[in-house]
């Protein structure tokens, strides 16, 4: 059916103080069934969940389009990544260890890798049943039970993701949903039986859930905001750079954390490269995400709509150019009139110091300003309170590595960008928050060492 914009699909209750305290202490007697068996057992378990999800596909990414209204040609790449991202897991899962340490006498020590018990995971509206499978697939695989709040203004797909959970053979409770906003959020950091939090959202939150957690010194996850910057050198392939460019801001109608958003151009291609990056941006094709030709749906609700227009308003007054885009766009189809649609924008004659320069929008709107040398543009690249992405594009690799190594931020790219492989970590510096998904650093921050030290011998004392 065409996506009704504006409609209410459903409604979910939100989840008081008595019910998350019911899924924490479900997910707790869950989690000694779990922690008791062998990687290799859990290791089965995901990956059925895996197959379950590649089996489900086209339905699961329907239902995220029409939760997110992202097209469904990008929800089907989610999809693909969310059950990679559980075999990876799953691989891992069996190979978990610790290590032995030969000490003087015959003694020994040796290391246990343990779980941490139940793990809080807060998702984003951007990415929500990604988001869920990057959280639970590392946590699990390690033996913890999660408790996953996603966002108020996506709700739905998660729960799809519990039912899977539950089909492929978790015990009952390991991966619980509550539903509701900040005050749901509250009871779940503060509750005492939460051994860890992960987050991704915005800095502001991050804050209040890293004071929270300090309150119950809680181990924290934060993947929040960024203001990235992505490096066009003039010796770059152009095609490549636009694309990259186009990758960079416009994914999920631009609502990405790593996103691109400062396009810094060599001067001596400049013209050039604005001129096609403007062309190709007019040529996206805009409308109801169900249809397999759309490339950007709707932004995901009118406040944000809004607040999207109020930053090109703004820039627009800072002395910024419109290029092209950045206006409300109504469709065709009457049912889709009341869409929360704007067109892509991009914006010329930006100066570092312009708002939409320096904060997160998380909406389509590219920012294109000029440099000379490499050194300036490094400084300039650093010149931010975030440190989530960076990107370059040049055909001198010698450059491209000395431009990522300078760049403070957690995630590069080398002449691509907005490409998350459930094998490599992702996360950022600075203000972007600590910690990280994905990798086998991931298996860092969802379990614990334990130390100990055996004695062959007999105890000498000083005493």
Same mark, same amino acid.
């Given at each position: *059916?065409?996506?009704?914009?504006?409609?209410?699909?459903?409604?979910?209750?939100?989840?008081?103080?008595?019910?998350?305290?019911?899924?924490?202490?479900?997910?707790?007697?869950?989690?000694?069934?779990?922690?008791?068996?062998?990687?290799?057992?859990?290791?089965?378990?995901?990956?059925?969940?895996?197959?379950?999800?590649?089996?489900?596909?086209?339905?699961?990414?329907?239902?995220?389009?029409?939760?997110?209204?992202?097209?469904?040609?990008?929800?089907?790449?989610?999809?693909?990544?969310?059950?990679? *991202?559980?075999?990876?897991?799953?691989?891992?899962?069996?190979?978990?260890?610790?290590?032995?340490?030969?000490?003087?006498?015959?003694?020994?020590?040796?290391? #246990?890798?343990?779980?941490?018990?139940?793990?809080?995971?807060?998702?984003?509206?951007?990415?929500?049943?990604?988001?869920?499978?990057?959280?639970?697939?590392?946590?699990?695989?390690?033996?913890?039970?999660?408790?996953?709040?996603?966002?108020?203004?996506?709700?739905?797909?998660?729960?799809?993701?519990?039912?899977?959970?539950?089909?492929?053979?978790?015990?009952?409770?390991?991966?619980?949903?509550?539903?509701?906003?900040?005050?749901?959020?509250?009871?779940?950091?503060?509750?005492?039986?939460?051994?860890?939090?992960?987050?991704?959202?915005?800095?502001?939150?991050?804050?209040?859930?890293?004071?929270?957690?300090?309150?119950?010194?809680?181990?924290?996850?934060?993947?929040?905001?960024?203001?990235?910057?992505?490096?066009?050198?003039?010796?770059?392939?152009?095609?490549?750079?636009?694309?990259?460019?186009?990758?960079?801001?416009?994914?999920?109608?631009?609502?990405?954390?790593?996103?691109?958003?400062?396009?810094?151009?060599?001067?001596?291609?400049?013209?050039?490269?604005?001129?096609?990056?403007?062309?190709?941006?007019?040529?996206?094709?805009?409308?109801?995400?169900?249809?397999?030709?759309? #490339?950007?749906?709707?932004?995901?609700?009118?406040?944000?709509?809004?607040?999207?227009?109020?930053?090109?308003?703004?820039?627009?007054?800072?002395?910024?150019?419109?290029?092209?885009?950045?206006?409300?766009?109504?469709?065709?189809?009457?049912?889709?009139?009341?869409?929360?649609?704007?067109?892509?924008?991009?914006?010329?004659?930006?100066?570092?110091?312009?708002? *939409?320069?320096?904060?997160?929008?998380?909406?389509?709107?590219?920012?294109?300003?000029?440099?000379?040398?490499?050194?300036?543009?490094?400084?300039?690249?650093?010149?931010?309170?975030?440190?989530?992405?960076?990107?370059?594009?040049?055909?001198?690799?010698?450059?491209?590595?000395?431009?990522?190594?300078?760049?403070?931020?957690?995630?590069?790219?080398?002449?691509?960008?907005?490409?998350?492989?459930?094998?490599?970590?992702?996360?950022?510096?600075?203000?972007?928050?600590?910690?990280?998904?994905?990798?086998?650093?991931?298996?860092?921050?969802?379990?614990?060492?334990?130390?100990? *030290?055996?004695?062959?011998?007999?105890?000498?004392?000083?005493?």
């Amino acid at each position: *059916c065409k996506m009704c914009p504006g409609r209410v699909i459903s409604k979910l209750l939100c989840s008081g103080e008595k019910e998350v305290d019911l899924a924490v202490q479900s997910a707790k007697a869950a989690f000694k069934i779990w922690s008791q068996m062998s990687g290799m057992e859990r290791s089965r378990v995901l990956l059925e969940a895996a197959r379950i999800i590649r089996e489900q596909r086209e339905e699961i990414a329907t239902l995220e389009t029409i939760n997110n209204g992202k097209s469904i040609f990008e929800a089907r790449v989610d999809i693909d990544i969310s059950w990679q *991202c559980l075999e990876y897991y799953a691989g891992l899962a069996g190979s978990l260890a610790g290590e032995h340490i030969q000490l003087p006498g015959g003694s020994f020590g040796y290391t #246990r890798r343990e779980p941490l018990g139940v793990c809080v995971g807060i998702g984003a509206w951007n990415y929500p049943f990604q988001i869920a499978c990057w959280k639970s697939a590392p946590a699990l695989a390690c033996g913890n039970a999660m408790v996953f709040k996603p966002s108020p203004f996506t709700p739905v797909s998660v729960v799809r993701l519990a039912e899977i959970f539950t089909e492929a053979g978790v015990p009952k409770g390991l991966f619980n949903v509550v539903q509701g906003g900040a005050a749901t959020g509250q009871f779940l950091c503060h509750h005492p039986d939460v051994a860890k939090i992960s987050f991704t959202g915005s800095v502001p939150t991050g804050i209040k859930i890293m004071e929270m957690a300090a309150k119950g010194i809680k181990p924290v996850t934060l993947e929040l905001g960024g203001k990235s910057p992505l490096i066009i050198f003039s010796d770059c392939v152009l095609e490549n750079a636009v694309n990259g460019a186009l990758m960079a801001n416009f994914l999920t109608q631009g609502e990405v954390c790593c996103n691109g958003t400062r396009v810094f151009v060599e001067r001596k291609i400049l013209d050039v490269f604005t001129k096609e990056v403007v062309k190709r941006t007019q040529k996206i094709k805009i409308g109801d995400p169900l249809l397999e030709d759309t #490339r950007m749906g709707a932004l995901i609700n009118r406040p944000h709509l809004d607040r999207v227009q109020g930053f090109i308003k703004q820039a627009k007054e800072q002395g910024a150019e419109v290029l092209c885009g950045g206006d409300l766009y109504v469709p065709d189809d009457p049912k889709l009139k009341n869409g929360y649609y704007m067109r892509p924008c991009v914006l010329g004659n930006c100066t570092d110091d312009m708002t *939409c320069v320096k904060e997160e929008i998380f909406g389509p709107v590219m920012s294109i300003l000029p440099f000379d040398t490499e050194e300036e543009v490094v400084q300039r690249a650093n010149a931010t309170k975030f440190g989530l992405a960076g990107g370059v594009f040049t055909r001198d690799i010698q450059k491209a590595h000395r431009v990522v190594a300078a760049l403070k931020a957690g995630m590069c790219f080398i002449n691509n960008y907005n490409v998350s492989p459930v094998e490599l970590p992702f996360g950022g510096y600075k203000a972007s928050g600590f910690g990280r998904e994905n990798g086998r650093a991931a298996i860092e921050y969802y379990s614990q060492l334990k130390t100990v *030290c055996v004695e062959m011998g007999d105890v000498e004392s000083v005493f």
